[in-house]
């Protein structure tokens, strides 16, 4: 069964150190999703794009967080510098969008990040 | 703007019990409804979706019904067990330009044996 990807699982880095995720997206999806989901809350979703092209980040942190997805198949998700409060887990999802029938999100399993 | 609201947790019940997780949303336009779920550790994988009016999702024996009369898509089951201990979260996926999944906080099932 085809499923989203991502890597690592868990992350530990020192505040003020650069960390990267990876997210390799169900083949075929054109749109990806980052969320960030802090211990205890709903999914909050950081960045969605559309192919390569970026169709919302409004809650995405700009100052220290950026999103790629160079060739709209697989995508990076970079925090440079990372702070206490970026500790969370970091989901990745992608979904088809074909119509209203197919709008469901397919999520990874995740990288738990933990700042230090 | 667009939004949902589902029950706080933790709800406890015991094995065998109905469960009912409420779920009420606002959002502009049609949007189609979902809920996941989310065992320890893991990601969260969709349980059932309806995407119009009156349609009936459902799944492992979880069902949930689109109400538009009253913006709420409820969780239900009439039996659970020690494995449904999980969170669930409700969401809305609404056209604005682009597909956008909002999701609500989430309620955590303890079920006990």
Redesign the interface.
């Known amino acids: 069964e085809a499923e989203?990807a991502?890597s690592p699982r868990y992350k530990i880095t020192e505040k003020s150190q650069a960390v990267a995720f990876w997210c390799d997206p169900i083949s075929g999806h054109a749109?990806l999703?980052w969320y960030r989901q802090i211990l205890?809350?709903?999914?909050?979703?950081l960045v969605?794009f559309?192919d390569e092209s970026v169709?919302?980040d409004s809650q995405l942190p700009k100052d220290r967080f950026s999103a790629e997805r160079l060739k709209g198949v697989d995508s990076t998700l970079k925090i440079q510098p990372a702070e206490l409060g970026d500790s969370a887990m970091y989901?990745c999802?992608s979904?088809l969008?074909l119509g209203?029938?197919n709008?469901?999100?397919?999520?990874?399993?995740?990288t738990r990040l933990t700042v230090v | 703007g667009d939004s949902v609201t589902q029950m706080e947790g933790p709800v406890t019940l015991s094995e065998e019990a109905f469960l009912t997780i409420n779920c009420t949303y606002t959002a502009t336009g049609y949007p189609s409804l979902f809920w996941y779920v989310q065992y320890p550790g893991e990601g969260l994988q969709l349980l059932l979706k309806a995407t119009k009016a009156d349609d009936k999702g459902s799944n492992k024996g979880f069902e949930a019904t689109y109400r538009k009369e009253t913006t709420s898509f409820h969780l239900e089951k009439g039996s659970v067990q020690v494995s449904d201990s999980a969170v669930y979260f409700c969401a809305l996926s609404v056209n604005t330009g682009g597909f956008k999944t909002i999701f609500g906080a989430g309620t955590r099932l303890f079920v006990k044996a």
Request: proline residues 4%; without cysteine; glycine residues 14%.
């Open positions: 989203v991502q749109t999703y205890g809350q709903g999914p909050e979703l969605q559309q169709v919302d989901l999802a979904s969008e209203l029938m709008t469901e999100a397919f999520f990874g399993q995740g």
